[in-house]
């Protein structure tokens, strides 16, 4: 299926600074520093409870009580209203049609929804014969492209993603990481993941967080080596092999997912 760009806000870039942020008192960030480029993938890869899903929530404005940290944005306005997310787990309303699901933000805000739009990224998605079902008549893929026009929906410049991909068969992963790589383009996303071949294939800059307290180090990508990546591509093998060594390699983390 061919599915063309949809429309994207400007791109903006983030820098989010934990000064000191504690869960269930472990100290999971101290003075630890994220640099999310603007219009751009970032992959966060990281053993079980480090706190990569912390991050998202940090960035979503969820923090737990007495966090000290900062968002910084390009454009030096607030980050407020200007996110999307989108979860493992699809959060379908099993009683609602796969397009009041995707419209449903608009109506929580009080605000019509633009139906033509929503239409018009069912058709992307590859959904649009499917609007009117509900979502237990639908695939383990088909939700999750629902979930994704959802998302789009939102029209936010920066999209969170928390290992969104990870309950699907490994055809219809490879399918919807390419197509989530074309209809968020130039948008400023961040994705966790367990998978470091979904972050070699996706990531424009691919981040490892170790800890506690958790610290970032960047892994190098080879020069004009532009995503997504083909998954038969030698290159992702080698680089893949790398990376899991690095994971393997890290201490035993906290108990914080």
């Not at 009580?65 to 944005?73: E, I, M």
């Not at 990508?221 to 992702?236: E, F, G, S």
Request: aromatic share 4%; glycine share 6%; proline share 8%.
């Amino acid at each position: 299926m061919t599915v063309a760009s949809v429309a994207s806000p400007p791109p903006l870039g983030l820098t989010l600074t934990a000064r000191h942020v504690t869960y269930d008192g472990i100290t999971l960030f101290r003075d630890l520093t994220l640099d999310l480029p603007a219009g751009h993938w970032t992959c966060l890869l990281g053993i079980s409870g480090v706190g990569k899903s912390s991050l998202l929530r940090l960035l979503a404005d969820l923090a737990p009580a007495g966090s000290d940290y900062h968002v910084q944005t390009s454009d030096n306005r607030p980050l407020t209203d200007r996110v999307a997310y989108m979860a493992q787990q699809d959060l379908l309303l099993p009683w609602l049609s796969v397009l009041d699901n995707i419209t449903l933000g608009a109506r929580l805000r009080r605000q019509p929804a633009d139906t033509a739009r929503a239409a018009s990224l069912l058709e992307q998605v590859g959904l649009a014969d499917f609007r009117h079902r509900r979502p237990d008549q639908l695939s383990g893929g088909q939700r999750q492209r629902a979930a994704l026009a959802r998302t789009l929906m939102e029209d936010r410049p920066v999209v969170l993603m928390d290992e969104p991909f990870s309950a699907l068969d490994p055809v219809t992963r490879l399918q919807m990481q390419d197509l989530a790589a074309t209809l968020l383009d130039r948008r400023t996303v961040l994705l966790v993941t367990h998978d470091p071949l979904e972050a070699l294939r996706l990531g424009e800059q691919v981040l490892v967080l170790t800890g506690p307290p958790a610290s970032l180090t960047s892994h190098p990508l080879p020069a004009d080596w532009p995503a997504p990546r083909a998954v038969d591509d030698p290159r992702l093998t080698n680089q893949q092999g790398a990376l899991l060594a690095r994971l393997v390699h890290q201490r035993p983390a906290g108990a914080v997912s």
